[in-house]
């Protein structure tokens, strides 16, 4: 829209977070509270997206880095809600069309309920239109105070007279103005109230005087515009996201044991008839196929896992990627940089890092193979450990394809073990194995003869003492 501009107020402290970081920086479902709130703006394809920052200014840009659109301005002192929006004015003013000013600390708003704002307030042609919400608990919000049934003014809180503290329809801080009065009109708010603080809802009594027209839209779904202030209600808003989520999944064609216990972040995709059991973790960039199993306790971190793969119970993934078909766990520890072929058996207590393992690739049980290239259908034992590094450097592992490493060798790195080779179980691999070759890599056994008898003789029986 061409002559649409929004405003994010985001320079306030969030005191009530008790936390160093800035309460906007505080995730819900792995994104940022600003980043949601962002994400609705970008939606709004306005011609402009001013957020006002303050506290932790450059935290907050930071973590917004990727948004090329954004345009900064900062309110070094948070004087209140009315001065935070007075600092666009070198942005904005003699522009013309709508301002739709967006609370940094409300994420839950939708796209559609601020296109339904737009279209009430260029109806009503209005200075200014609030998004009002009726709670039944209206404690902490600013209360809408009508006079025969057109909004008068906005009363904080802090401000309110006993019969004021009754209303139930509230002010969600979400509004749209017209722009050509608006800066002029915020130039005469004051200060005249208990926090001492410039209030933008004063703007309403002051258009109301000048016989402005001002009109409300009241949002439906009253959650939405949820202010977060402190972490009962990041708590609150967090499980109504989460359950926001698993429906949207469960939707889809995913199977959840217990949608209560599922945890799934915004932008995590799952393949239809994939059924997840109770307590896992889906985070960050993640994507999982269709018809796979993910169990209890599993945590499945920026990966990509492939269709009809089974994660077993308690296994992490981070920041690898699984292909179809594969095993892994239970206890299994897949660190960044794998990649997990095609139907590849991972077990119990076995990690990998940086490795790559073939097509039909097997690992069932207790290993550590990081930086290395594993071939297809090579099997690795038992107690399998590839010594990456040297104390200062890390080297690399290559093991061909159909390599059968015998339990508990040591692969002592940089070292090559061509295809079809054999290593002997309890080997220390330090060279090159050439292809189709045994390696031993151990002392040979000894066996002494009637030794256990001729120790008994010298030594009395224990037992007999
Ligand atoms: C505000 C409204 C209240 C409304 C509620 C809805 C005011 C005075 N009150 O109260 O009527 O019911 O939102 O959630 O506006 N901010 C700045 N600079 C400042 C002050 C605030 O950028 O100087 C930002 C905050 O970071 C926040 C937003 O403005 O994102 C709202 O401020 P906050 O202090 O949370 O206002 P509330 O007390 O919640
Ligand atoms: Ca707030």
Redesign the pocket.
């Known amino acids: 829209m061409s002559d649409l501009h929004v405003v994010v ?4 402290k ?1 005191t009530r977070m008790k936390s160093q970081l800035p ?2 920086l505080h995730k819900i479902s792995g994104l940022t509270i600003i980043e949601r709130v962002a994400r609705t703006a970008a939606a709004l394809q306005p011609a402009s997206i001013t957020m ?1 920052v ?1 506290h932790g200014a450059d935290e907050v840009k930071r973590s917004l880095a990727k948004r090329t659109r954004l345009q900064f301005v900062t ?1 070094e002192q ?4 009315g ?2 929006l007075l600092q666009t004015r070198p942005l904005l003013e003699g522009k013309s069309g709508t301002v739709v000013l967006l ?4 994420p839950l708003l939708s796209v559609d309920s601020v296109k339904a704002l737009l279209a009430t307030h260029q109806e009503a042609a209005a200075a200014a239109t609030v998004i009002t919400a009726t709670f039944p608990r209206p404690f ?3 209360r809408i105070v009508r006079t025969s049934g057109k909004i008068s003014k ?1 009363v ?1 809180e802090r401000d309110t007279t006993t019969a004021q503290k009754a209303i139930t329809e ?4 979400i509004y749209a103005f017209d722009l050509a009065p608006l800066f002029a009109a915020l130039d005469s708010i004051g200060t005249s109230n208990k926090q001492g ?1 410039y ?3 004063d703007l309403i009594a002051i258009y109301r005087k000048q016989k402005r027209a001002v009109a409300t839209w009241t949002v439906q779904r009253a959650d939405e ?1 949820r ?1 977060i ?1 402190s972490r009962a209600e990041l708590g609150e808003v967090t499980t109504m996201v989460r359950q926001q989520k698993n429906e949207e999944l469960m939707a889809a064609g995913v199977t959840l044991i217990d949608p209560a216990t599922t945890y799934v972040d915004a932008d995590v995709v799952v393949g239809p008839d994939t059924v997840i059991y109770p307590c896992v973790f889906l985070e960050g960039n993640t994507k999982i196929g269709g018809a796979c199993e993910i169990h209890s306790g599993a945590r499945i971190v920026n990966s990509t896992i492939g269709d009809r793969v089974c994660v077993r119970n308690h296994t992490v993934v981070t920041d690898s990627t699984v292909e179809a078909g594969a095993f892994l766990g239970p206890f299994a520890h897949i660190r960044p940089g794998s990649k997990v072929g095609e139907d590849v058996h991972i077990g119990n207590f076995v990690e990998l890092k940086k490795t790559d393992m073939g097509k039909g690739a097997k690992a069932n049980h207790l290993a550590y193979l990081g930086d290395a290239t594993i071939g297809p259908k090579t099997n690795v034992g038992a107690g399998t450990i590839t010594c990456n590094y040297d104390g200062e450097k890390k080297h690399q592992t290559v093991i061909g394809a159909g390599v059968f490493v015998g339990s508990n060798s040591t692969l002592v790195a940089p070292v090559t073990l061509a295809d079809g080779s054999y290593i002997a179980a309890g080997s220390a691999v330090t060279t090159d194995v050439p292809a189709g070759a045994l390696a031993i890599g151990r002392s040979r056994q000894e066996n002494k003869e009637g030794w256990v008898a001729s120790r008994k003789q010298k030594k009395p029986d224990a037992s007999s003492q």
Do not use: C, R, W
């Open positions: 107020l985001a320079a306030g969030g309460k906007i006002v303050g309110q948070q004087l209140g809600t001065h935070a609370s940094g600390d409300a902490g919000y600013g906005i904080e509230i002010n969600s801080g603080e209030y933008l809802p515009i202010g202030n």
